[in-house]
């Protein structure tokens, strides 16, 4: 199997069920968002302090790829089957988000992103994480998107920010807290 088809250098590409759309369409977009999140939490699995996180995170990985699979599909093809997300994977990352929480202190000010390079890796993560979620929600707005899917995404965010928070106490690194500067009238 050739890596180039060259079917895409018209700016078209197939969906899942074979449906020609505009490399620039919001679902292209969309998949294309979850890729790039699922190659930084590769980054972010990849990293010395997260060695004990290897499974969950590649469980996520696994998700991703899910997702991926139903936002490349066409929607208009109901025939096909795919792999599903399930609201025990939402429930998987609250009980995760759940355990991180209880051995932190709690968050009382917006912290800064960074303070170690394991840190930053992960911030990025979320933030590629938001940006996939309003990606497809904008999809969902003409298009079906499972519910699920912009749950679990919601919920990822809200895992990978637990995350960085959790990496601060493992590696010892003092949260920088966000101060407003605010002049005085």
């Known amino acids: 199997m050739k890596i180039y088809t060259k079917a895409g250098d018209k ?9 020609q759309v505009s490399k620039a369409h919001l679902r292209i977009e969309a998949y294309g968002t979850i890729d790039e999140l699922n190659s930084y ?27 991926g699979s139903s936002l490349a599909a066409d929607p208009d093809n109901v025939a096909m089957r795919l792999p599903d997300l399930k609201e025990e ?38 933030c590629v994480c938001r940006r996939a979620e309003r990606n497809v929600i904008a ?13 679990y995404l919601n919920r990822l965010s809200d895992y990978l920010f ?12 003092p949260e ?8 005085k009238s």
């Open 176 to 183: 920088q807290p966000w101060k407003a500067r605010i002049e």
């Open 89 to 126: 994977d939402v429930l998987l990352l609250e009980r995760e988000i759940d355990a991180m929480t209880e051995k932190m202190p709690p968050l009382r000010n917006f912290i800064l992103p960074g303070g170690h390079s394991s840190i930053s890796f992960t911030h990025l993560a979320r």
């Open 11 to 19: 700016g078209k590409t197939s969906l899942i069920g074979g449906k």
């Open 162 to 173: 637990t995350l960085c928070r959790m990496m601060h106490e493992e590696l010892q690194i």
């Open 41 to 67: 939490i590769g980054l972010v699995r990849d990293q010395p302090v997260n060695q004990n996180r290897q499974e969950i995170l590649k469980e996520i990985q696994d998700r991703l790829f899910t997702i």
């Open 139 to 151: 999809l969902s707005e003409s298009e079906f998107v499972a519910p699920l899917v912009i749950q």
